[in-house]
Nanobody, 119 residues
Framework: VQLQASGGGSVRPGGWLRLSCVVSGSYFRMPVVSWYRQAPGKERELVAAIRDDGTKEYEESARGRFTISRHTGKNTVYLEMDKLKPDDTAVYYC??????????????WGQGTQVTVSS
């Protein structure tokens, strides 16, 4: 299983970006896909998550500005980020947790995509 994150870039405060996480490979079940971010000098933190039953959760500062969604046919999870702030500047990673590969349950991470919010 591989995750490929993309869509980062540089935007001004108040701007919008959409991140994509494309999942490839074979698996039986992928119960939850999440977006994390890590700013310089800070620990990696959860931003948003979506479960295979459609339920979603958001970190407090992301709630109301970010939207996580899942396009099953494209094996892609999106993170739409609106009203971006300088504090949103970070490397964003997608993660698939407890993926049932048929042999084991394992977490997989994408490679990260840089988001920079600056005037």
């Amino acid at each position: 299983v591989q995750l490929q994150a993309s869509g980062g870039g540089s935007v001004r405060p108040g701007g919008w970006l959409r991140l994509s996480c494309v999942v490839s490979g074979s698996y039986f079940r992928m119960p939850v896909v999440s977006w994390y971010r890590q700013a310089p000098g800070k620990e990696r933190e959860l931003v948003a998550a979506i479960r295979d039953d459609g339920t979603k959760e958001y970190e407090e500062s992301a709630r109301g500005r970010f939207t996580i969604s899942r396009h099953t046919g494209k094996n892609t999870v999106y993170l739409e980020m609106d009203k971006l702030k300088p504090d949103d500047t970070a490397v964003y990673y997608c993660k698939a947790a407890q993926v049932d590969t048929g042999f084991e349950k394992k977490d997989f991470w994408g490679q990260g995509t840089q988001v920079t919010v600056s005037s």
